[in-house]
């Protein structure tokens, strides 16, 4: 099997409240901060919070999504009196932990998130990166309940979130949790998947060969609105009892997918795929009632840290 | 077999059924819309066949709000209500939900007088694991109560509550208090700002078993008293916070999480630290707790409520 070598992975990023009412990561990140972060030797661990002002107000954002801001373009663009805040702050976040693409950039940020679907954990990368579905696959052999990889193919220079910042990045996604809500299991979950990946990252540091193999991946390929009134743009039906919660279960074709406040059905039409994000509060607005995945197996190599 | 006294009361022919109250509780914006729709077709294609017996004038309260899809814009609209809050003067700085408690008291009230709505059911969603539950100022509203039993029968998947808070009429602080009888349908859980298909269909039953009671009820139907089980509220502990921040340190324990009308005793987990500790329930009596974790009352200072259970007749 190919081994692959990579420089050691010094400095870790972990940031919570990109969406100020994503609370897991907020009280993570409190608590990550009270605890002297030397811990760890070799890795130097910072924690922050991305979206202050959004954490304060309890609030996803302020004037917009701080996690769509981190394209090349939108980083690059100057900034103006009109600028919305999470506009300056992906530029602050930017020279904090990147500059994004560049060599001084941060080696791993991780960044954490809740949502309402009932996706249980889930980690969400952006590209194939070996760093990244090996602290992936690492995740899935240390925890029993399943833990989901999601792959979403964009060029690093139209990635919009904000791990995209690091050289290597992760999403940490967990759920169900109401926003603005507290749950302990939920914290306890997120806490585990964290203190893995600094585990794992410690292990790398110190010559640890992880060996290759296959890890399951779902890859985006499209999403799908609720029902609208022409008119008024509101939607017309909920996500229908027999999907609510059903992440990650395949959907067929003829399957059940909307239940209208009238009480009709309205089946799924396409191939058979898998939802993720089913009834994500956050993007009705974003007209999305859930995402569709195909199910992959993506090998990666034998890797481990290169010796100068 | 003794023959029991049949009270005897006023028929109820005006009913207000509400939603949007917290503009982000979305169970009751739709379904108030699904029912205007409803309503808008009959009016089209027949009479009001109910003739006289009953009219149902639906209501979205906090429009703003569900606009932006917040609890509310300025302050709390379901705490708007006490009559000091009514009488007040109407000034330009004066919370839109203040002005609109005014406007809403003005259509369903005046609140205390003979013009007020018959009965006011205020539709609303919570975060906690409650269930179907009726929330009341009263222990001895018999209309609430037997429309509760009625609903506890004809919903029997669902648990199907009553919950009585001891606050006197003029310090009733929310819409339902508004009518001569009132109380709020709360159903959960459901985060704020989605909508669960379930959920909506509980809610959706609880309004047309409700509405069905009342057709009943003014078309002369005898109700049989019985008992059932009341849990009147006796206080709320918040979060523990940290002395500077004021920030929470603590979640609802995961033994304690979605366990509301469980019972609460002494020594049980009540919080886990977020440092891994666990805090435990210090009061001398055991209590049924409810709104456990209510995402909406993080900034309340309530973490959850407790209650006694007595059975009433």
Request: net charge negative; glycine share 6%; with cysteine.
């Amino acid at each position: 099997m190919e081994h692959v070598f990579f420089p050691p992975l010094s400095r870790v990023a972990v940031c919570g409240g990109t969406h100020g009412n994503e609370l897991t990561g907020v009280y993570m990140v409190r608590e990550m901060q009270k605890q002297t972060m030397d811990k760890d030797g070799p890795v130097s661990v910072t924690a922050v919070l991305a979206n202050p002002p959004a954490v304060d107000a309890c609030r996803r954002y302020i004037d917009t999504d701080l996690n769509r801001c981190f394209t090349d373009a939108l980083l690059s663009a100057p900034l103006t009196d009109s600028s919305p805040y999470e506009l300056r702050r992906a530029h602050e976040l930017n020279a904090q932990f990147g500059p994004k693409g560049s060599k001084e950039a941060v080696d791993l940020l991780c960044d954490l998130h809740n949502t309402t679907a009932n996706m249980g954990l889930s980690l969400i990368l952006y590209s194939l990166d070996w760093i990244t579905l090996h602290i992936c696959k690492y995740l899935q052999s240390k925890i029993s309940s399943p833990v989901r990889v999601i792959q979403l193919n964009i060029p690093i220079s139209e990635v919009y979130s904000l791990e995209a910042v690091g050289k290597h990045g992760l999403a940490i996604e967990i759920g169900p949790q109401p926003h603005g809500v507290v749950r302990a299991d939920i914290y306890n979950m997120m806490k585990k998947a964290v203190d893995l990946t600094l585990e794992w990252l410690q292990k790398f540091n110190t010559g640890s060969i992880f060996e290759g193999g296959e890890v399951e991946a779902f890859t985006f390929a499209k999403s799908i609105d609720y029902p609208r009134d022409p008119t008024t743009g509101e939607i017309t039906a909920a996500i229908h009892p027999q999907l609510q919660d059903n992440d990650f279960k395949l959907l067929q074709p003829g399957d059940p997918v909307f239940m209208s406040f009238s009480r009709e059905t309205v089946k799924y039409e396409g191939e058979p795929l898998y939802p993720f994000f089913v009834n994500e509060c956050a993007y009705y607005e974003k007209k999305i009632a859930f995402h569709l995945a195909q199910r992959k197996n993506l090998s990666i190599p034998t890797i481990s840290v290169k010796r100068d | 077999m003794e023959v029991e006294e049949v009270e005897r009361l006023p028929r109820l022919s005006r009913v207000a059924v509400c939603g949007g109250t917290h503009g982000n509780e979305l169970s009751g914006v739709y379904l108030v819309r699904e029912l205007l729709k409803v309503k808008k077709k009959k009016k089209k294609e027949e009479e009001d066949e109910d003739g006289g017996a009953m009219s149902v004038l639906l209501v979205l309260s906090n429009p703003r709000a569900m606009q932006q899809c917040l609890r509310y814009i300025d302050t709390d609209l379901n705490r708007c209500f006490t009559h000091a809050c009514l009488i007040g003067p109407t000034l330009d700085k004066t919370p839109y939900e203040m002005r609109r408690a005014r406007e809403l008291n003005a259509m369903l009230g005046p609140k205390g007088s003979a013009g007020a709505m018959d009965l006011i059911c205020d539709l609303h969603n919570t975060t906690a694991n409650m269930g179907l539950s009726l929330i009341t100022y009263s222990d001895h509203d018999w209309i609430c109560m037997h429309i509760f039993r009625h609903l506890q029968r004809q919903i029997p998947d669902t648990p199907v509550r009553y919950i009585h808070y001891d606050v006197t009429s003029k310090e009733s602080y929310s819409l339902d208090s508004v009518g001569k009888h009132g109380f709020a349908m709360e159903v959960g859980p459901q985060p704020h700002g989605v909508v669960r298909s379930n959920i909506y269909t509980t809610m959706k039953s609880g309004v047309q078993y409700m509405l069905d009671w009342v057709h009943f009820f003014n078309s002369g139907v005898i109700f049989d008293g019985g008992f059932m089980d009341v849990f009147t509220v006796v206080k709320h502990i918040d979060y523990p916070r940290d002395g500077e921040t004021h920030n929470i340190t603590a979640a609802i324990h995961p033994q304690l999480q979605d366990r509301d009308f469980c019972l609460l005793r002494p020594g049980d987990p009540l919080f886990q630290t977020f440092s891994g500790e666990t805090l435990r329930y210090t009061g001398s009596e055991p209590l049924y707790p409810f709104f456990i974790n209510e995402s909406a009352y993080y900034e309340k200072g309530i973490a959850l409520c407790l209650a006694r259970k007595r059975i009433k007749g």
